[in-house]
């Protein structure tokens, strides 16, 4: 069976999780649970990043030791996981005995080869620069741009201090060719293309080597063998990504996943994860990644979210508002994924309304109602399909192969899309074929076109469960269809409904429309 090991960033316990922490992870949820479907063998890995500088402050700001407060912040992470039902098969946090082993087999395998230059990878230095805490991220003076009150400001909007200290270095500035040469082999590394160019060219112009571990505070993993100093929280962080298959047990069970099909990112950690993540493995004599997608960015009714501004939106509350599913398809349909979106209360309920409750839920609605009441609650005999009966029907099954390569593209926009031409199409189906109207004058048809339509209904909720596994196990539920036979091996007439099955009970809406309340 093929393997496909998929990962989210790990988040900052500094504070709680928000709506792009959610966007981030559903995508990768919809992929795994995807990729499940489609008989492959995933692992689909998340968790918390605890250690570093800007951590270390936030625990002292409330007064609390670090570990208790990353035990507590870490738990709020986990919770969003099962509020949001994503499906992972691993929760790491970084301050875990596993994790910290890791770190110190990776720093040590770096240390013990030369860079292609044939110069040792790791030197001890001095750093002298600046360093941005809220990106725990060393920027060069010709990055920085002034900000209000003459203050040096990062190109992420962070404040930066002057650091001086004591610091090993990993001699990045060796590995540009073999960085260069990475990317041209495998074209399909960085995505979207635009991100790609972005990095090239970075690459292309120069590298300096990176500091790699700190003295002045002690909020990190010990760097092996030498107590004054603590590894650099990013070569901690991304090291993740490796220990929870397993490394450094390269014949531990779980290492088969390695390389990773997929790490999903935000645009804002894009150089972290495709310059400095490459070569510390190439560095390391470990495979990189096969692919990094870095997503756009969430404003909020069109403004930046920042929490000094106070339109954080929390993920929590809006499925609390829109319910679980909603919330899951419209973060994934309305924008196309890689570029920025905003959220809007505004297109949140014309998505709910529109798409869900009036295109999907009531097409099940209708159907199913019209089954329950006309075919004594059993689906109903398909006597024969006519060629318009069939070709509505396969072509839902037939389009899987064009799903399956949107999904690997993580064109999830033009997936929904695609899935939602084919409930246009049922609806089309429906309105042509007017069952209603063949109760009297021709019952076997009316037959024969609910079951077509039942048949319509459970193949579109097998391609669309990745995204709303909920309500569509509630479709399967109210067509009889068991919890074995919801693979995308069933899709297609092979697996069709049995006649004489019967419905669990009287069909209830599965998208509510949403209705504003009345402030007067
Ligand atoms: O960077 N829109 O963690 P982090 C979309 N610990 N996505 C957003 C977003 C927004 N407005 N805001 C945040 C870190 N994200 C490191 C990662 S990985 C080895 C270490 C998402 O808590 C997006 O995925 O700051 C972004 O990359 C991530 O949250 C940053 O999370």
């Not at 966007?23 to 570093?52: P, Q, S």
């Not at 092996?224 to 531990?252: K, R």
């Amino acid at each position: 069976m093929s393997r496909y090991y998929v990962t989210t960033p790990i988040y900052y316990v500094n504070d709680d999780p928000h709506i792009g922490h959610a966007y981030t992870t559903l995508a990768c949820d919809a992929l795994a649970r995807f990729m499940r479907l489609d008989g492959r063998d995933v692992r689909f890995l998340t968790g918390t990043d605890e250690h570093g500088q800007k951590v270390e402050k936030a625990a002292a700001e409330k007064g609390i030791d670090p570990q208790s407060f990353t035990d507590e912040i870490s738990k709020n992470f986990r919770r969003l996981a099962d509020v949001m039902n994503f499906s992972y098969d691993d929760f790491i946090r970084t301050t875990e005995p596993r994790h910290i082993d890791s770190c110190q087999a990776i720093w040590k395998a770096i240390a013990s080869k030369q860079s292609p230059l044939r110069q040792d990878n790791i030197y001890l230095g001095k750093y002298a620069g600046w360093y941005a805490v809220r990106d725990e991220a060393f920027y060069t003076e010709g990055e920085l741009e002034e900000g209000p009150g003459g203050k040096k400001i990062a190109p992420s909007g962070a404040e930066v201090e002057w650091v001086e200290e004591p610091s090993y270095f990993f001699r990045l500035s060796d590995w540009q060719d073999a960085l260069l040469k990475f990317y041209a082999d495998n074209p399909d590394f960085i995505a979207p293309a635009s991100r790609r160019n972005e990095v090239v060219s970075f690459v292309e112009g120069g590298l300096n080597d990176l500091s790699i571990s700190r003295t002045t505070f002690s909020w990190g993993v010990p760097v092996p063998d030498d107590e004054d100093h603590i590894m650099y929280v990013w070569l901690d962080a991304l090291t993740n990504y490796i220990t929870a298959v397993g490394h450094p047990d390269s014949d531990a069970d779980l290492w088969q996943y390695w390389p990773a099909n997929l790490h999903m990112v935000g645009k804002d950690i894009l150089r972290f994860h495709t310059v400095y993540w490459p070569a510390f493995l190439m560095a390391a004599g470990i495979e990189p990644p096969k692919r990094v997608f870095a997503h756009g960015w969430w404003t909020n009714e069109g403004q930046k979210i920042s929490k000094s501004v106070g339109n954080v939106i929390d993920p929590f509350e809006l499925v609390e508002k829109y319910g679980l599913d909603p919330v899951r398809y419209f973060l994934l349909r309305q924008v196309p994924f890689g570029n920025d979106g905003d959220f809007s209360h505004q297109a949140m309920v014309h998505r709910l309304n529109g798409d869900l409750a009036n295109d999907l839920g009531n097409l099940c609605q209708r159907v199913m109602s019209m089954v329950f009441r006309n075919c004594d609650g059993k689906i109903p005999e398909s006597h024969s399909l006519n060629a318009t009966d069939e070709q509505f029907v396969t072509a839902i099954s037939d389009s899987l192969d064009d799903l399956r390569a949107l999904m690997e593209a993580q064109a999830f926009h033009q997936a929904l899309e695609l899935i939602w031409r084919h409930v246009a199409d049922a609806n089309r189906y429906v309105d042509e074929q007017a069952p209603w109207e063949l109760r009297k004058s021709d019952p076997p048809r009316m037959e024969t076109v609910l079951y077509t339509l039942a048949e319509g209904i459970r193949n579109i909720a097998i391609l669309a469960s990745p995204f709303m596994p909920d309500s569509m196990d509630k479709v399967f539920e109210t067509l009889g269809v068991g919890e074995a036979e919801r693979g995308f091996d069933r899709l297609g007439p092979a697996h069709a409904l049995t006649s004489g099955t019967p419905m669990p009970g009287k069909p209830q809406p599965i998208f509510p429309r949403f209705v504003e309340e009345d402030d007067g």
